[in-house]
């Protein structure tokens, strides 16, 4: 019985946490996860494109896009040219810092006329270097 029950609950709660990440009220965005080019390892004052996935109900206006560096910030950017879709995502050019650093980011996008913010996400640094 307990070889039966492990497998039906652990699938109830695999399914559970799925239908909650796909549920999005009406116009809502919600950020999933940021791609930082070489794998985090960067160079310090070397601009690079962070890409930012999202889901959306819709296609909601993003206006900016805001980010701190281990609590430092926000520094906020204005977001244009987000791709909405199955694959919906919005680039921006940042400047890494020297030393590693916990990046984070949220946006601000129109919902039902009013400015709206999203969850946030974040990403680690491992390798600034001069």
């Given at each position: 019985?307990?070889?039966?029950?492990?497998?039906?609950?652990?699938?109830?709660?695999?399914?559970?946490?799925?239908?909650?990440?796909?549920?999005?009220?009406?116009?809502?965005?919600?950020?999933?996860?940021?791609?930082?080019?070489?794998?985090?390892?960067?160079?310090?004052?070397?601009?690079?494109?962070?890409?930012?996935?999202?889901?959306?109900?819709?296609?909601p206006e993003?206006?900016?896009?805001?980010?701190?560096?281990?609590?430092?910030?926000?520094?906020?950017?204005?977001?244009?040219?987000?791709?909405?879709g199955s694959?919906?995502?919005?680039?921006?050019?940042?400047?890494?810092?020297?030393?590693?650093?916990?990046?984070?980011?949220?946006?601000?996008?129109?919902?039902?006329?009013?400015?709206?913010?999203?969850?946030?996400?974040?990403?680690?640094?491992?390798?600034?270097?001069?």
């Amino acid at each position: 019985m307990k070889r039966v029950l492990i497998p039906i609950l652990m699938s109830a709660a695999i399914l559970l946490v799925i239908s909650s990440c796909a549920t999005l009220k009406k116009g809502e965005l919600r950020l999933l996860s940021m791609d930082i080019p070489e794998n985090g390892n960067l160079k310090a004052d070397i601009p690079f494109w962070v890409r930012i996935y999202f889901v959306a109900d819709g296609n909601p206006e993003i206006s900016r896009a805001c980010f701190f560096w281990d609590g430092d910030g926000p520094y906020c950017f204005n977001v244009r040219d987000a791709k909405y879709g199955s694959f919906a995502y919005f680039e921006v050019p940042l400047l890494a810092r020297l030393g590693p650093d916990n990046l984070q980011c949220y946006v601000e996008y129109v919902r039902d006329g009013k400015i709206q913010r999203s969850n946030a996400i974040a990403s680690f640094i491992t390798g600034v270097m001069r």
